[in-house]
């Protein structure tokens, strides 16, 4: 079992910068994946970032690609997204999560959410 919890959200202007983290407990972290995901009202959840185990190799959803950047502390077993250049359409819930896999296996694991706002 994991438990994840997110904090950082807020409220910002539009061009402004949050940083969101996720705290993990339970696991062993750095045996998880992690990804970023979203929620805006109405519409679906959608993937933003992932972050392999050891913090190599990361992805992006085409919408953050250039503003936003995932990172991880496995010492202190933490997940992070720096998001910058924030826009309205950037206003969702923000959830994490992890996986047991790097690639191609499903979230397991999800935090409860941390709500960002991006006023124009």
């Known amino acids: 079992q994991v438990q994840l919890v997110e904090s950082g959200g807020g409220s910002v202007q539009a061009g402004g910068s949050l940083r969101l983290s996720c705290v993990a407990s339970?696991?062993?972290?750095?045996?998880?994946?992690m990804g970023w995901f979203r929620q805006a009202p109405g519409k679906e959840r959608e993937f933003v970032a992932h972050?392999?185990?050891?913090?190599?190799?990361?992805s992006y959803a085409d919408s953050v690609k250039g503003r936003f950047t995932i990172s991880r502390d496995n010492a202190k077993n933490t997940a992070y997204l720096q998001m910058n250049i924030l826009k309205p359409e950037d206003t969702a819930v923000y959830y994490c999560?992890?996986?047991?896999?790097?690639?191609?296996?499903?979230?397991?694991?999800w935090g409860q959410g941390t709500q960002v706002t991006v006023s124009s």
């Open positions: 999560a992890a996986r047991d896999g790097d690639y191609g296996t499903p979230y397991k694991y």
């Open positions: 339970g696991r062993t972290f750095s045996n998880w994946a």
């Open positions: 972050i392999v185990r050891s913090g190599e190799d990361t």
